[in-house]
């Protein structure tokens, strides 16, 4: 396992902050604590450090000038609120950087800027100009036109993919929790904190709990899916509490915060823009032959697909489940979900006959999937099987 280093020896790093951080409920933009925060980010751009912001608190802010009740938002309330924020917010943050000579540039990006091959390369590459000219890329969703179906909803897996996009290698998290433990501290006082996490196994996953506060709509939950976007492409993550003035300088001098080690085997660029996609299009289920094939690093071909689910096309993602329902895998699809479903469960050499054309052997290739979780000997399965008999 890659050991923990300080902060400023990272080549490339993401930044997430939550918007109960930057915003007062009453007052509106806390200023000290963004002034103090500027001065991290110029201290590590000193050191050599490229610095990315995902930025939270347009929405926060924009409620906060526009004096909207306390609770949850209409989608269009949220939309007009984020709207006057996103204005406020961008100037606070260029204001802010601007101190320490240092120039901000802000990208709004929605789900699809992403989840589409070409628009993620073309937001990939205005952010690396970004970084290249020297400035610090400001990064939020695009709320303004953002709807409840399609959308990340957090920034916490929107930072975790644009760690991946631009090949960071520390994503930190600053939120108001100091790190990840085995239960909500505040449910249950015997809650131990966890301090260094070599892998995301389904047990961390179980002790991820839901949002915290009416400014924010993540949770650990989507800390933890971060982490697995994250470390799954070799970038390190941190979860630490951003309550603190100067919180980047704070976990340097050894306040708590939660690490999460990269994976040792990091996948390909193409291979973890796959494995972040956050809404695959359909399902393949697979029989446990097919499982075994994929952990031995073959092809998924028709004869192990069991079942086919969803309404997807030929180049889209979709996610790869072991016979439990498991997902191991996400890949994209060689063919239409129509034609997937006339193939499933026959040979490769069936398929001219069947379809009317040769198309490829394959399922999914193998150079188009990547596992994104270990699939389970089948004696293990046997085992889980009888323990919830």
């Known amino acids: 396992m890659t050991s923990r ?23 509106g933009m806390k200023a000290s604590w963004l002034e103090a925060m500027c001065a991290d980010i110029a201290s590590l751009k000193q050191r050599g450090a490229d610095v990315l912001v995902v930025s939270s608190g347009a929405i926060a802010l924009g409620r906060t000038v526009l004096d909207l009740p306390a609770g949850a938002l209409k989608l269009e309330e949220s939309q007009a609120a984020a709207a ?22 802000q990208i709004l990006l929605t789900l699809g800027d992403t989840e589409e091959r070409r628009r993620y390369l073309n937001a990939r590459a205005t952010i690396n100009q970004l970084l290249k000219i020297g400035a610090v890329p400001i990064i939020n969703e695009n709320d303004t036109v953002a709807t409840s179906e399609i959308r990340y909803g957090d920034n916490d897996r ?25 239960a909500p501290p505040h449910l249950d006082p015997a809650a131990q904190f966890l301090e260094t996490i070599a892998t995301i196994t389904p047990e961390i996953e179980a002790m991820a709990g ?26 390190a993550m941190i979860i630490a509490s951003g309550k603190p003035d100067a919180p980047l300088s704070a976990i340097e001098n050894g306040a708590r915060s939660s690490w999460f080690a990269p994976s040792g085997t990091p996948v ?22 097919a499982v075994a094939a994929l952990s031995a690093g073959k092809s998924l071909l028709p004869a192990g697909v069991r079942a086919v689910v969803g309404a ?53 290739h193998r150079d188009d999937m990547v596992m994104t979780a270990p699939a389970a000997s089948s004696s293990k399965r046997q085992e889980e099987t009888k323990a919830h008999a």
Do not use: N
């Not at 695959?280 to 029989?287: I, T």
């Not at 030929?314 to 979900?337: F, H, K, M, Q």
């Open 84 to 105: 006057v924020g996103q204005i406020a917010l961008a100037r606070a943050w260029s204001e802010g950087l601007s101190r320490h000579s240092i120039v901000a540039g």
């Open 210 to 235: 839901g949002a915290a506060s009416e400014l924010s709509r993540g949770g650990m939950r989507t800390k933890i899916e971060a982490g697995k976007i994250a470390t799954g492409s070799g970038c």
């Open 268 to 289: 390909t660029a193409r291979k973890t823009w796959i494995a972040g996609q956050l809404l695959p299009a359909g399902e393949l289920h697979l029989d446990e032959g």
């Open 158 to 182: 929107l930072a975790a993919r644009v760690a991946t996009m631009t090949g960071a290698d520390l994503l930190v998290l600053l939120s108001d929790i100091d790190g990840l433990y085995t």
């Open 312 to 364: 997807f096309h030929r180049g889209d993602t979709v996610a790869i489940l072991s016979p439990e329902g498991r997902e191991i895998a996400r890949g994209l699809a060689s063919y239409d979900a129509d034609e997937a479903r006339q193939i499933a469960g026959r040979k490769s050499k069936e398929i001219e006959a069947i379809l009317g054309y040769a198309g490829r052997a394959a399922m999914v």
């Open 5 to 27: 280093k300080p902060l400023a020896r990272h080549r490339r790093i993401v930044i997430k902050i939550g918007s109960a951080l930057l915003v007062d409920r009453k007052s």
